[in-house]
């Protein structure tokens, strides 16, 4: 089952990772030479969240760096540390080795903390976790979604803040053991250009597994997976069904298309350049080539417990009123969203 909409959380510790003469800090370029250098080198990285995105990071970014996965689950972490990671290819299972663990308190602060954890958490994992981050440390964020900076934003400067997305996508077959359902490119930068600085930090994830590169217009790489995300991704969860079923049905499918027109339009008047035809016709051929996919929201709704969609759609909306701008569908579907999760809760279930 492949899970378009995982998150998982990361951290990085570059300062011990080579053995090399720390420079004076009065000499800040000289300084950020020697930090670039260690960060193309083997990294102490902590992971918070051992779900699917998370282990699939904390797997391959083992290849070359010392990781820790930080997760609450006692049993997952039993696991991690007697079996390891185990995950699933086209050509058969690799298995990694990071260590994983309960508590933070005595790891180091670290270089780079990477958001993945469902943006619900993301305050409560930053609070918890906050001696990881000192006054060096970078804060990266690749959910779905949009404006989880300014949550980001209490922890950190805006010149520590890098925002992203991932084209990887994974599902948990069990604790230790997940599926990588599919990759591509991801993409980092800063939030007020300059992101070759961060550049380092691409290389060595490319290095482990995962192709990234930087740019200084990487909001738009963050919307055109939020147009997938807003649209088709959770009409699989209000439909109970996978993907495959949006390309079928003509009704499901006119509602997909409403959802991203509604969000282009968003996008269009926040700065971007989005033609609507090109967007509709990109996430048909994400849907037609999902070949039995299902999406973590799908996930969510089927086992009664609360989603993203405040994150999600809700994200559209904000902008929305922000600009002035109407999407009835999309403040429908945050609605109903949520009047299926008061159901959840309740106890109710479908007849």
């Not at 990487?218 to 390309?247: C, H």
């Not at 849907?287 to 929201?297: F, H, K, L, M």
Request: proline share 2%.
């Amino acid at each position: 089952m492949q899970d378009f909409s995982c998150y998982c959380f990361i951290a990085i510790d570059y300062k011990n990772a080579i053995d090399i003469k720390k420079p004076d800090r009065r000499n800040k370029a000289n300084a950020n030479i020697v930090r670039n250098a260690e960060m193309r080198k083997t990294m102490k990285i902590a992971i918070l969240g051992a779900g699917a995105m998370g282990s699939l990071f904390g797997g391959y970014l083992s290849r070359h760096n010392d990781v820790w996965l930080v997760e609450t689950d006692q049993e997952k972490v039993d696991k991690i540390n007697q079996e390891g990671i185990r995950i699933r290819e086209e050509g058969g299972d690799e298995t990694f080795y990071p260590k994983a663990v309960r508590d933070t308190a005595g790891l180091c602060v670290m270089d780079l903390v990477i958001i993945f954890v469902k943006a619900m958490f993301s305050k409560s994992a930053l609070e918890a976790n906050r001696h990881l981050i000192g006054a060096d440390t970078y804060v990266m964020t690749l959910q779905n979604g949009a404006g989880h900076e300014h949550t980001i934003l209490d922890y950190v400067d805006r010149d520590h803040v890098i925002i992203g997305t991932t084209k990887h996508n994974s599902s948990l077959l069990e604790p230790g053991y997940i599926h990588h359902g599919g990759g591509g490119e991801s993409s980092i930068g800063l939030l007020d250009k300059g992101s070759e600085a961060i550049r380092p930090i691409a290389e060595n994830f490319t290095a482990c597994g995962f192709e990234t590169d930087v740019s200084d217009n990487v909001r738009e790489s963050i919307w055109k997976k939020l147009f997938i995300n807003v649209s088709a991704s959770v009409m699989t969860g209000i439909l109970q069904t996978n993907l495959d079923f949006l390309r079928d049905s003509g009704h499901a499918w006119k509602l997909v298309e409403q959802l991203i027109r509604e969000a282009v339009a968003v996008a269009n008047a926040d700065g971007l350049a989005f033609a609507g035809e090109d967007v509709v016709r990109d996430v048909h051929t994400l849907v037609e080539n999902a070949r039995d996919g299902y999406t973590s929201i799908y996930a969510d709704l089927r086992n009664g417990v609360h989603t993203e969609v405040d994150t999600i759609n809700g994200s559209v909306v904000r902008a929305a009123k922000r600009l002035g701008i109407p999407v009835p569908a999309h403040e429908f579907v945050v609605l109903l969203v949520h009047a299926l999760e008061d159901r959840a809760d309740a106890g109710h279930t479908p007849v």
